[in-house]
């Protein structure tokens, strides 16, 4: 009778049965620990006046009332909404909610992410699946992220939008309101009362709008007054303006007569199509050379800049020169 050697290097049913019982471990801890929220919640439900009350005593506070509110022009309007710092005030404070923003895979360049609110007492969910590319805006073009910590900085950054717009949709709409006419009182009565207050309250505002370039001659140029003569009301202008240039909803140029900032991605979208090659016309022809079809990575990099807002589809359709399939593709986003 023959007899076979045992491979010491064979891998046994233990070994391979190994990673699974441990992804089985994993998603049973997640399953317990998500039934252990729901049961508080029934068992603990909100109490909706005291949350109301803990919401509008927290938009009493200067510091939340300042950053509470973002606004940015749109059609010749300004379009103004809650801050992500006032949809984490809302959840916290209305209670029995689990939000959050996690990334679901990272793999070619990009990170699916999901943001997600979740109320648990009525088993109301709001998701946002999207997907993040490992690019940034540069001079002449698109950097690739390698750092994980400018992956992480661009996944939070775009992740808190949806975040936002995932806690406002559970978050009843009346609260939403009341919070918001709460940080407008907030507001005003911080601005001053005597005008030594209010000219201290200016001086400090113009402080942090140098931050992003603006001076105070073209904040005297935006109300054609001086800043002593800025009314309350405009103060509270400011303060949206600064939290929605700090947000990344606006740029300094949609509010101020100043230059366009040199770091812009839509500058820099600009210089990619001037800088590309085109047939050289003699000094003394008058005729434009043709507009050549742009190239698939400057396409890609269209399509991320409209996506992420900082540029329109039709500002992209009016000054590029597409195909038919890029039109469609431009068209569906």
Same mark, same amino acid.
């Given at each position: 009778?023959?007899?076979?050697?045992?491979?010491?290097?064979?891998?046994?049913? =233990?070994?391979?049965?190994?990673?699974?019982?441990?992804?089985?471990?994993?998603?049973?801890?997640?399953?317990?620990?998500?039934?252990?929220?729901?049961?508080?919640? *029934?068992?603990?439900?909100?109490?909706?006046?005291?949350?109301?009350?803990?919401?509008?005593?927290?938009?009493?506070?200067?510091?939340?009332?300042?950053?509470? =509110?973002?606004?940015?022009?749109?059609?010749?309007?300004?379009?103004?909404?809650?801050?992500?710092?006032?949809?984490?005030?809302?959840?916290?404070?209305?209670?029995?909610?689990?939000?959050?923003?996690?990334?679901?895979?990272?793999?070619?360049?990009?990170?699916?992410?999901?943001?997600?609110?979740?109320?648990?007492?009525?088993?109301?969910?709001?998701?946002? =699946?999207?997907?993040?590319?490992?690019?940034?805006?540069?001079?002449?073009?698109?950097?690739?992220?390698?750092?994980?910590?400018?992956?992480?900085?661009?996944?939070?950054?775009?992740?808190?939008?949806?975040?936002?717009?995932?806690?406002?949709?559970?978050?009843?709409?009346?609260?939403?309101?009341?919070?918001?006419?709460?940080?407008?009182?907030?507001?005003?009565?911080?601005?001053?009362?005597?005008?030594?207050?209010?000219?201290?309250?200016?001086?400090?505002?113009?402080?942090?709008?140098?931050?992003?370039?603006?001076?105070?001659?073209?904040?005297?140029?935006?109300?054609?007054?001086?800043?002593?003569?800025?009314?309350?009301?405009?103060?509270?202008?400011?303060?949206?303006?600064?939290?929605?240039?700090?947000?990344?909803?606006?740029?300094?140029?949609?509010?101020?007569?100043?230059?366009?900032?040199?770091?812009?991605?839509?500058?820099?979208?600009?210089?990619?199509?001037?800088?590309?090659?085109?047939?050289?016309?003699?000094?003394?022809?008058?005729?434009?050379?043709? *507009?050549?079809?742009?190239?698939?990575?400057?396409?890609?990099?269209?399509?991320?800049?409209?996506?992420?807002?900082?540029?329109?589809?039709?500002? =992209?359709?009016?000054?590029?020169?597409?195909?038919?399939?890029?039109?469609?593709?431009?068209?569906?986003?």
């Amino acid at each position: 009778m023959s007899q076979t050697v045992k491979n010491p290097f064979q891998q046994t049913a =233990v070994s391979e049965a190994l990673p699974n019982t441990m992804t089985e471990v994993k998603s049973q801890r997640e399953a317990s620990e998500i039934q252990a929220m729901v049961v508080m919640a *029934k068992q603990f439900p909100r109490n909706q006046i005291q949350a109301a009350d803990r919401i509008l005593n927290a938009c009493t506070r200067q510091t939340l009332a300042d950053s509470a =509110v973002y606004s940015y022009p749109r059609g010749g309007q300004n379009v103004e909404g809650p801050s992500i710092r006032l949809a984490e005030v809302l959840a916290q404070n209305w209670g029995n909610l689990d939000f959050g923003i996690r990334e679901l895979s990272q793999e070619n360049g990009v990170s699916t992410v999901e943001a997600y609110a979740w109320d648990l007492e009525t088993n109301v969910r709001q998701a946002k =699946v999207f997907q993040v590319a490992h690019k940034r805006m540069a001079k002449g073009g698109t950097k690739t992220l390698t750092d994980p910590r400018d992956i992480y900085e661009m996944v939070a950054n775009q992740g808190s939008r949806r975040l936002r717009a995932c806690i406002l949709s559970i978050i009843p709409g009346d609260i939403v309101e009341a919070a918001l006419s709460q940080c407008s009182i907030t507001q005003a009565a911080s601005v001053g009362a005597t005008p030594e207050e209010i000219k201290e309250t200016i001086r400090k505002l113009t402080a942090t709008m140098e931050k992003f370039g603006i001076t105070a001659e073209n904040i005297q140029d935006r109300y054609q007054c001086r800043l002593e003569a800025i009314r309350p009301a405009q103060i509270v202008e400011l303060r949206k303006i600064y939290t929605s240039l700090k947000d990344g909803m606006s740029k300094p140029s949609d509010w101020f007569a100043i230059q366009e900032v040199k770091k812009s991605s839509a500058q820099d979208l600009n210089a990619m199509v001037e800088a590309q090659p085109v047939k050289k016309a003699e000094p003394e022809s008058v005729e434009e050379a043709p *507009k050549e079809t742009i190239s698939d990575e400057l396409f890609e990099t269209l399509v991320y800049a409209i996506s992420t807002g900082e540029k329109e589809v039709s500002e =992209v359709l009016e000054n590029y020169n597409l195909t038919d399939e890029q039109k469609a593709e431009i068209n569906a986003l």
